[in-house]
Structures are given as C-alpha cells and as structure tokens.
C-alpha cells in the first residue's frame, strides 16, 4: 500500500498536468483548392500560418473530402471552389465551404469560428467589408449538441467502471473469506477459474450497455445511425480487456479494499488519457503514446461512430483489431498471474 499511497499520486499528478488542458490547436485538416490560384494559395498560407490548423492533406477532388471525415482522419475540411481569384478581383463574394467534423460539438464549433475568423480576416477589403461567402456546415451533429457526443461517451465509462470494480473484487474476495484453498485442492484449471468468475459479469455489462443505450436513445434522443450488433461484437471486444484488467487487479490484490483503490487508480487516468474529456492529439508526443495501451481510447471511438456517423466495420477495424490484442493480452496475463498465485 506504501507504493499506492505516495508513488501513484505522483504519477497520476504529472500525467494529469500534461494531459489535463482544453486547448485546441493542431487541427487536423484537409484542404481541397480547386481554384489553384495565387489567392487562393494566399487563403491556404492563412490557415498554415495560424498554428491552430495543421494540414494534412491537398487532395485534388473535393469527393475525397467524405473520405477523410468519415474515417475520423481530419476534423476540419476547407474547400475552395474554382473561381475563386476571379469572383474576388471582380468583388463579387467568392464561395470557400468550411466541413466539420461536429461529433465532437466543442471542438466542432471552436474549429469552426477559427476557420471563418482566418477567411473573413483574409477577405476584409480596405473598406472593411467582407469580400468572401462563408458557408459553414457540420456533418453527422449538425446541430451540435455536446449531448450527443458525451451520452456515448457516458455509456462507455460505465461500462468500464461495471466491469472493472465487479471483477477486482472476483478472486481477492474468496481469498478473504476463506475459500480459495478449497478452491485449490479442487481439479479446477486456472482457465475455468477465470471463466467462471468472469462470465457472469461480463453477461451483467452486455445488460448494461443494452439497457444504457436505450436509455440514451429513447430519454436524450441520441440517434444511434450505426449497428447495433456491430456494437454489441465491440463491446466484447472491449469488455475482455476490462475483465482481464480487473482480474489482475484481483490476483495482485491481498484484500478487498486494496483491489477498490488500485482500480480507482486505474479508472481516472484511463478516462483522462482516452479522449473523453480532453483531445489525444493536444497531449505531448510521449502522453499520446501512453494513450495507446488504454482500451477506452478505441473503444470510444467505435460507440461514437456507431452511434453518430454509422460508421461499420471498414472504418472501425483498427480500434477492434487493438480491442482484440488488448483483451487477449490481459486475459492470458490475469490467467498467468493467477496460477503463480495459487502455485
């Protein structure tokens, strides 16, 4: 408990005060110039210059732009349509469309004031009237709601928090009581152990995420566009890494109590540095690769493409496939750990 008490604290307050912030900058963004004029590469070398966009990509058809949004790789997409030098040369207000990204409505709605802030700035004439046609739209959160974005998000954290505090008490408890070197003396294999104490509560969440999702859906009309048994496999996915996490809290734990503190003390950091609260790409390089061992990382975006964009399998493969090396890692390490124990 010395190492809980006074090492734990320590990290938990360097990482939170690195990945703690709200700043958004570096937003990713892809810009598709269509005119290919000097104005309008003057109009690009405004965003570039800003340090608030950094651009990712110059694709030559605005099609590509679906691409990219869809699959969560930019947040922000400007198009500048063809055009563009001459309808301003001869003041007319040329068109420049601003796509977002507004699943995420705060960081949907900051991005875009910073885009229309940079393109009226650059098409303010001497007489201070604004040369340029902004149109601004947001995709899958047109109305962006933050509702919409956090209820998903909400749904995820509670299954973490289920699945972790139920299966840390699981082994420790029968140490405690007693009943472990009954278990012991029994022909038992660590695996069927572990099934034991880890399906029943892996049955409890499925419940949980049916019955959450409905709430959320029926109660705070969150539009789920996705498929729900697509949902459901990930769930899985994601709940083998939270059992198996629990399950070696339990096996490490000597009592009840130092299994609740040690998943609480995992509990805040994996929601902190999972994109919840605060953007993965703000936090430093090396906090951003820390993020990648944290299963509620990939998971929340798979239930907020599920849920708002509809995202399927050809765009969340990745986040799955990390679930799944994740999970199957944690499973066979808690069963590793667990017959050392009993050994």
Excluded at 57 to 70: F, K, M
Excluded at 160 to 168: D, F, G, I, K, R
């Amino acid at each position: 408990m010395k190492a809980m008490i006074f090492v734990l604290p320590v990290i938990q307050l360097l990482i939170f005060g690195y990945a703690v912030t709200t700043d958004v900058d570096r937003i990713k963004t892809v810009v598709v110039d269509s005119d290919r004029s000097v104005h309008s590469q003057h109009l690009i070398e405004s965003f570039t210059s800003s340090g608030i966009f950094s651009v990712i990509s110059y694709p030559d058809d605005e099609g590509a732009i679906t691409e990219y949004l869809d699959r969560g790789r930019a947040v922000v997409a400007i198009n500048i349509k063809e055009g563009f030098a001459e309808n301003l040369l001869r003041g007319k207000k040329p068109v420049v469309q601003i796509l977002v990204d507004g699943t995420n409505s705060n960081d949907g709605m900051l991005a875009m004031n910073y885009a229309q802030r940079i393109i009226s700035d650059f098409g303010r004439g001497k007489d201070s009237k604004n040369l340029v046609n902004v149109q601004a739209r947001a995709w899958y959160n047109p109305d962006l709601k933050s509702r919409n974005y956090n209820v998903p998000g909400v749904i995820a954290i509670i299954l973490l928090m289920t699945s972790l505090l139920l299966t840390s008490m699981a082994i420790v408890r029968e140490k405690e009581i007693g009943t472990m070197e009954q278990l012991m003396v029994t022909p038992m294999r660590p695996i069927e152990f572990i099934l034991g104490k880890s399906l029943p509560f892996a049955l409890i969440c499925f419940i949980d995420v049916i019955v959450v999702s409905f709430v959320g859906m029926k109660w705070f009309e969150i539009p789920i566009r996705g498929n729900m048994p697509l949902l459901l496999f990930a769930a899985a996915l994601f709940l083998m890494s939270c059992i198996g996490i629990g399950l070696l809290i339990s096996t490490v734990s000597k009592t009840q109590q130092e299994a609740l503190m040690s998943s609480f003390f995992f509990y805040f950091p994996a929601v902190l540095l999972s994109g919840f609260m605060f953007p993965i790409s703000n936090m430093p390089q090396p906090v951003q690769w820390i993020t990648t061992i944290n299963p509620l990382r990939y998971f929340l975006v798979i239930i907020r493409g599920v849920f708002l964009k509809g995202t399927g399998l050809a765009e969340l493969w990745p986040q799955m496939t990390a679930l799944a090396v994740l999970g199957s890692f944690f499973l066979i390490f808690s069963v590793s750990r667990f017959k050392k124990t009993i050994d």
